[in-house]
């Protein structure tokens, strides 16, 4: 309006300048032409200041929407849902450890993701049957004789969380192994009374992490052990979540220890049956870790209720049959605040399909939900190519995503970082910023106390 405005007011000025000079050569219709158009710019200059107000009043409104909200149009008779927030997140790992105990390149990771436009960090703080922080739990359980710190003796979790809420970003730890340790390990050594095993015995199993021993979910030992490490970690640190994966979960092939298997007994008045999938058996199963999470979600809300309780399972069918995890019914009862999908596929078509799931389109109307993408791992890298056609098909569904693991993202990565690093821009080319949880209950501390 403004520039309609001054080209006006230069058109009444030059014909003003005609005027004046009784050029009689001009022809009628011209200066027709330049009453109307003295006579316009009238007008526009008295309406001028009101526009102006409009235009202004309009672009506050517009600059105070929330980049990080993804709002999306609701059916026409529809309750209102709440904006859902766009995930852009990171895992960073034991492989990333190299970064993580090095404060300057914890801040270089933490710019770097901030001005890719990334949003959450999902650090890991236990793994292999140990924790990744100063933890007066894991010291007396007798489990971890050692204790995890940054090249100068600082303690690792607190550093990324204070630099990752300095550049804005959500720091939500990341519970990895769940239920699942090393046999090796102290914890398994040290308390094999935890542990739960098959019908033939054996106590292990083979997964991506090599052999692996599995702590009995229905034990109230086990399950206090879990419990308070977690709780440890929401009062003591200034997280904004807590996060648990497929592992908190237990392969369809365990539960035959002996504490399992009197407690079946007890409530149902007959023993587990040897086909280790019977339907009943595995609901039984199933309803007991699903229990569990209910409880474990209830004591995490009574500390901090606004903190994020994150799922990152596998897809739901899969889940249920082979590691008895209803994270559906988790969802249905309330208890997750953000689901993350582990699809590391890298074919195109079965990922586009296993994101399309009808399970996935339900939860994403009701929680912020995200697809988690494999960016590269120790023995095989990821192309650019295949993560940005995998981050397109999540956008194009309206979901969010997150990167397994940070070291992968370019700095182990078959492209040079910096090709990597500008493609990142492009997917992620506007800023998705997420609201930390309002703290309503004190931290009773800001670090955790050392063992």
Request: proline letters at 8%; zero cysteines.
């Given at each position: 309006m403004s520039i309609l405005y001054h080209k006006s007011y230069q058109w009444c000025e030059v014909a003003n300048v005609f005027k004046h000079m009784k050029l009689r050569l001009i022809p009628q219709a011209w200066w027709r032409m330049y009453r109307l158009q003295r006579h316009r710019g009238r007008v526009l200059k008295r309406l001028f200041p009101l526009l102006f107000l409009v235009s202004f009043v309009t672009v506050l409104l517009v600059n105070s929407l929330t980049p990080a909200i993804?709002?999306?149009?609701?059916?026409?008779?529809?309750?209102?849902?709440?904006?859902r927030q766009e995930i852009r997140g990171v895992w960073m790992t034991n492989n990333d450890f190299d970064t993580l105990r090095n404060r300057a390149k914890v801040q270089d990771a933490?710019?770097?993701?901030?001005?890719?436009?990334f949003n959450t960090i999902y650090p890991v703080v236990w793994n292999s049957g140990y924790v990744m922080y100063p933890s007066a739990i894991a010291k007396g359980a007798g489990i971890q004789p050692f204790v995890l710190r940054g090249s100068d003796g600082h303690d690792i979790l607190a550093d990324l969380i204070a630099q990752a809420?300095?550049?804005?970003?959500?720091a939500i730890p990341w519970f990895e192994f769940g239920f699942m340790a090393p046999p090796t390990s102290e914890l398994a050594l040290n308390h094999p009374d935890w542990l739960t095993q098959k019908r033939d015995g054996s106590e292990t199993s083979i997964s991506a992490a090599g052999e692996v021993a599995w702590l009995n979910p229905f034990h109230p030992k086990v399950q206090q052990f879990i419990s308070d490490l977690v709780l440890e970690i929401v009062t003591q640190y200034d997280v904004d979540g807590i996060q648990f994966d497929d592992h908190m979960s237990l392969p369809y092939e365990f539960g035959y220890d002996k504490y399992t298997v009197a407690l079946y007994s007890q409530e149902t008045k007959n023993n587990p049956p040897a086909n280790a999938q019977d339907a009943a058996w595995m609901r039984w199963r199933a309803d007991k870790i699903t229990a569990f999470m209910v409880q474990?979600?209830?004591?995490v809300k009574a500390r901090k209720p606004n903190v994020i309780f994150s799922v990152s399972p596998n897809y739901y069918d899969f889940a249920y049959k082979f590691q008895l995890q209803d994270w559906l019914s988790w969802v249905q009862q309330n208890i997750v605040d953000e689901?993350?999908?582990?699809?590391?596929?890298p074919n195109l078509a079965s990922f586009t399909a296993t994101i399309s799931r009808p399970e996935i389109q339900q939860v994403q109307q009701i929680i912020p939900t995200g697809i988690g993408i494999m960016a590269g791992s120790q023995k095989s890298s990821v192309s650019m190519q295949q993560?940005?056609?995998?981050?397109?098909?999540?956008?194009e569904r309206g979901l969010g995503v997150a990167f397994f693991y940070y070291q992968s993202l370019w700095n182990s990565a078959p492209e040079p970082a910096k090709q990597r690093q500008a493609t990142f821009q492009t997917l992620f080319w506007t800023p998705a910023l997420r609201a930390r949880a309002r703290i309503e209950l004190p931290l009773s501390t800001t670090s955790a106390q050392e063992p």
């Open positions: 993804a709002q999306e149009a609701a059916p026409s008779g529809s309750i209102p849902q709440p904006p933490v710019n770097q993701l901030r001005r890719l436009n809420h300095r550049q804005n970003l959500l474990l979600n209830q004591a689901l993350i999908v582990q699809v590391y596929r993560i940005s056609s995998q981050v397109r098909a999540a956008q």
